[in-house]
């Protein structure tokens, strides 16, 4: 197909009205797929850049954070190819432990349920029944199903992934990498079993670390509970917010410096509603502000106690299980045991109470502890867990920090690393899940050694027997995470795509996976490979309700970012995206009016291609000749140079919002309001021959489209594939092979961008007064320069042209003096601008309606000053409704001076 033929077809596509984004995005989604360009190449002569898409799970849909954090990623991406680079954009899925089993688990159970209707099965759905293979057949049933739907939803984005190299974490290649990291620190010594205290989902049935759970603040009491002496003479009163686990109090504790229970301490008290008695001791743990200053010690079911419980060698007796319910043994009254343990609460309080024991219940807000997958409340759990030992794997990935090695951008998030990092705990990495990565522990049943293997053993190490057994439980799903920039890439084996592509450029994330991820992968990457796993930590914004709440699902306050899609476009959404940056507010509110505007951008663009491919039918490229140039010529080439020059500034430093503020304001002020308008006059005046003026303009467009294209991949796509091409774009088949533009410094022209500025506001102040006086749009004003400065008074001259077509102003006289006569004038330095109104509008008439106009605004000033006056509407009405009221003020006030401004011109000579 010839240049000719595709602008002429462009030309009858465009005729049919304005962007079709649902269609135009389909049609290059399908090209690229079709065309192979997503492809990895490893050319040794050119730099690289890759990053590792953070994985979503296998159960999740695309939400707003994904469609921001991809956005941005793919800019990125798209830059680097266009600037020359290698690019590997790593996609990938995660298993999702927790999140894949409940969802597999509640589908199960709801098809039990349903046969169980039918009288076809009789007993609940139990997944123990089902047994663990047939049950994690089930997950590998529904993740072939529905696992990959993310991905193909992240299409519609226009994101260019490396897609031939889509991994997930439950791959073989990857689950060889994950043996080889745990079986190394295994015989590192850094993986042991713990008897400890933790934070256990009764639903879930698991361990859960302290960055799933999420604390809500809810509505309690605190119970003060009386505890008598051994002898009955005295009691010491206690303050907790969980009488129902008072069976497996072990002591009291008091502060060594709280004098008021002195008395107490080294005595023995009776343990309420049981036949014990348990010490009361001293330690420092204990907060004397707090409650009475007493506190129960429970080392079974609370963290803190734990602490305090080995310090004195205490028991830890066990009082409520794995399900949240009581236990049946001996610390537990029989009336209690296998009761849920909020029911054990209501009744426990009630015997308290009946006994006389409940001193006081107070109101209390406290924050409560749930799962952050199902939101059960977290029960503290005594139980037997796989640990990770800390300290050694924390101190090099606290370094590379502090050294700069990995930066932060925002650079404060380094703060929240460091801190989390320089406190670290050893990390509880087991989980009591079946979906998973399975511990890879056996223990011989014959001997009871114990060893870690990549592959399953045969028979034991030690005693040679074949009877092995491996550990039950799964690793946490955040240990495999924290091998995926390089077990993506082929580690344990040095692939030549890990030796190419790593250490990876950036990570762009959000920063409540900070510690949950980012900081895991640093220590296992310089663990495992020796180096940091990426230079550069982005973390995104998080995007918010309308009224700045945290969007939810379960709320139904959460957006779809694909319904957003559908109705304004995948371009529209990723300029908003773009437009919100990584440096400034973190918390961006969502709004959809924003939408809108970067909506009408892309029919501005859309529409200034039709333009301008009208303009260049039958054009063949060439260079631009500087002697030819215009004023207009000029100054546009200048502002797009510097644009240019601001944009690759700002993209090197993740300066996103600068990057799409600068692109719009070029585009739609500098290049559309003005250079197009102008361009038409010159190529008018050009003929048919042409001159320099379709140049500028071909130039102009044909860069904004790859200057744009990282951000809006489809728009630009589709007006660029229409565009002339220069020889050396021939062979091009797509935008995003083009080399992304850069600055010119030929087309440094400061004279030209101070003469065009002016001519500008000379232009603006005929249409500010056109505007004031409300002359209608078709009638041609007459406009008197009055100019001092004999340079102003040529530049003006030679443009009368463009201010006649520009100003709707005819006509136009450059003066030295001012008309005579009514004339609303504007001042520009040593310039005026006056606009004669006698003949432009019915002065009297005017006057008139202007007075009418003040008057009622005039009465709506005492109407909104009435009621800012009003104590009772302060203290009653919304801030919100307040401020907007004050503004409202603030803006009658503007339009009264306006009026009065405009009737002092219009008074009588």
Known sequence: MTQASTQKGMQEELKSGPYAPKEIEAKWTQYWFDSYVFELEMDPDKPRFSIALPPPNITGNLHMGHALNGTLQDILIRLKRMQGYNVLWQPGTDHAGISAQMVVERQLRKEHDEKMKTAEVKKPFSRHEMGREAFIEQVWKWRKQYGDQIMVQYKRLGVSFTWGRVAFTMDESYVKAIYRAF????????????????????????????????????????????????????????????????????????????????????????????????????????????????????????????????????????????????????????????????????????????????????????????????????????????????????????????????????GRYASTYLDWMRNIRDWNISRQLWWGHRIPVWTCEACGHEAAFEEPPTKCEKCGDEKLKQDEDVLDTWFSSALWPFATLGWPDNTKEMKFFYPTTVLSTAREIINLWVARMIFMSLKFVGTIPFKHVLIHPVIQTHDGKRMSKSKGNAIDPLDMIDKYGADANRFWFCSMGVKGDQDVRFREEKLEEYKRFVNKLWNAGKLVLNQLDGYEPRGIDQKSLTLADRWILFKYNSMLEKLQNSLNNYDFDDVARDLYEFIWDQFCDWYLEIAKIQIAQEGEAGGQTKTVLYTIFEGLMRALHPIMPFVTEELWSYLPKSLSFKEIDSIMFAPYPSGNPDFTDKEADAQMEYLIRVIRSIRNIRQTFDVAAKAEAEAVIVVKNDSEKELLSKNVDAIKRLANANPVTISAEKPAGKAAFEMISDTTVYIPLDKLIDVEKTRDKLNQRIGAKEKERERVKGQLSNESFRARAPKEKVEEQEAALADIEKQIASINAQLDILKSN
């Open 183 to 410: 079986v190394t620190l295994y015989k590192d010594g850094l993986i042991y079993r713990g008897h400890r205290v933790t934070n256990w989902c009764p639903r879930c049935l698991t361990s859960l670390s302290d960055l799933e759970v999420e604390h809500k603040d809810t509505k309690g009491h605190l119970y003060l509970i009386k505890y008598f002496l051994e002898d009955g003479s005295d009691h010491i009163t206690i303050a907790t917010t969980r009488p129902e686990s008072l069976f497996g109090d072990v002591a009291v504790a008091v502060h060594p410096k709280d004098d008021r229970y002195k008395k107490f301490v080294g005595k023995n008290v009776k343990l309420p509603l049981t036949d014990r008695v348990i010490p009361v001791i001293e330690d420092q743990y204990v907060d004397r502000e707090f409650g009475t200053g007493a506190l129960k010690i429970t080392p079974a079911h609370d963290a803190n106690d734990w602490e305090v419980g080995q310090r004195h060698k205490l028991d830890s007796p066990v009082a409520i299980d794995e399900h949240g319910k009581l236990m049946k043994n001996e610390f537990v009254p029989a009336q209690f045991q296998g009761l849920d343990r909020f029911k054990v609460r209501e009744a426990a309080v009630a015997e308290l109470t009946e006994k006389e024991l409940l001193e006081e219940t107070r109101d209390y807000t406290h924050g409560v502890g749930h799962c952050e997958r199902c939101a059960t409340v977290i029960e503290p759990y005594l139980s037997e867990q796989w640990y990770l030992k800390m300290k050694e794997l924390a101190e090099p990935a606290i370094k590379s920090v502090e050294e700069d090695r990995i930066q932060f951008i925002p």
